[in-house]
């Protein structure tokens, strides 16, 4: 290619950039692809001038070339589903499904266990289970002994899981 060609083509890709870009568009919607594949498609076309022979028809290879990497990128991309199209089925394989209902179940149940439990047992097993707070610290807190948070976390903790199994148990699941 001469110096006259090479500045011609570098002229006709800058003169052409705008519709590249459109053209780019109406196949990819993301901006950030279209910039992507317009600027490979100048770089693919810039390593191999040799296929450049005919000045009048360089227009036409530019979008061609174009066109074959937007579909190279096609072939070769994996289908995305925006995750606001899946349900919950989606996630789940077959197989798996058990082990979902087993879980749904278990926590399920253990919401309810909580409700079997009198308000203040109710408080020291949140505060404990969900809060991580010790025994010294819930007993300072609620102005009673140590000695009785741990009885009473001990005592609740033994009805929720009492619940928890008969729940499963109903399901024929086992812990």
Request: hydrophobic content about 40%; aromatic content about 8%.
């Amino acid at each position: 290619m001469t110096d006259s060609e090479e500045k011609y083509l570098r002229e006709l890709i800058l003169r052409l950039w705008p519709k590249l870009i459109a053209a780019a568009r109406v196949a990819v919607r993301d901006s950030d692809t279209v910039n992507d594949l317009v600027q490979e498609t100048v770089l693919k076309i810039l390593a191999d001038t040799s296929k450049l022979n005919d000045v009048k028809r360089m227009e036409a290879y530019i979008f061609k070339v174009l066109y074959n990497t937007i579909a190279d990128r096609n072939r070769n991309m994996v289908p995305q589903v925006p995750l606001s199209d899946l349900n919950e089925k989606d996630w789940a394989c077959d197989d798996d499904d058990d082990a979902y209902d087993v879980y749904d179940t278990k926590t399920n149940a253990a919401k309810e266990s909580l409700k079997l439990l009198k308000p203040n047992e109710q408080s020291i097993v949140q505060m404990y289970d969900s809060l991580e707070m010790s025994a010294a610290e819930i007993a300072n807190i609620m102005k009673i002994s140590e000695s009785t948070i741990r009885y009473v976390l001990k005592e609740s903790h033994r009805k929720m899981k009492k619940y928890i199994e008969d729940e499963l148990k109903k399901k024929g699941y086992y812990i």
